[in-house]
């Protein structure tokens, strides 16, 4: 089983910044795309941002020109830099990867456990 492990979560005031951290084990062929995900209590999870291994990012428009994604394929990480956080940037971040574990064993999404973002207003 691949765990991927977030990090950098907690509580900010508006206007403030967090960065997060996702890092996938070393023992993995191939790393595709990878991304975040957030889901404020009484929502749905929506798309925050996502990445390719070429470097190609998407964000959702929620968070364009404040949030930018990173990664470092040497290292099996994505990040996540968050900018002027608003109380509605509340929730929690999930990432996630597709990642081939061996040569040729096909393609298989992974989530993180999550990590709690809170922005008092």
């Known amino acids: 089983q691949v765990q991927l492990v977030e990090s950098g979560g907690g509580l900010v005031q508006a206007g403030g910044s967090l960065r997060l951290s996702c890092v996938a084990p070393g023992n993995i062929f191939r790393i595709g795309p990878m991304g975040w995900y957030r889901q404020a209590p009484g929502k749905q999870r929506e798309l925050v941002a996502d990445i390719i291994r070429g470097g190609s990012t998407n964000c959702g428009d929620p968070v364009k020109g404040r949030f930018t994604i990173s990664r470092d394929n040497g290292k099996n990480a994505v990040y996540l830099q968050m900018n002027a956080l608003k109380p509605e940037d509340t929730g929690v971040y999930h990432c996630?990867?597709?990642?081939?574990?061996?040569?040729?064993?096909?393609?298989?999404?992974?989530w993180g456990q999550g990590t709690q973002v809170t922005v008092s207003s």
């Open positions: 996630n990867a597709d990642i081939m574990r061996f040569y040729n064993s096909g393609w298989l999404r992974y």
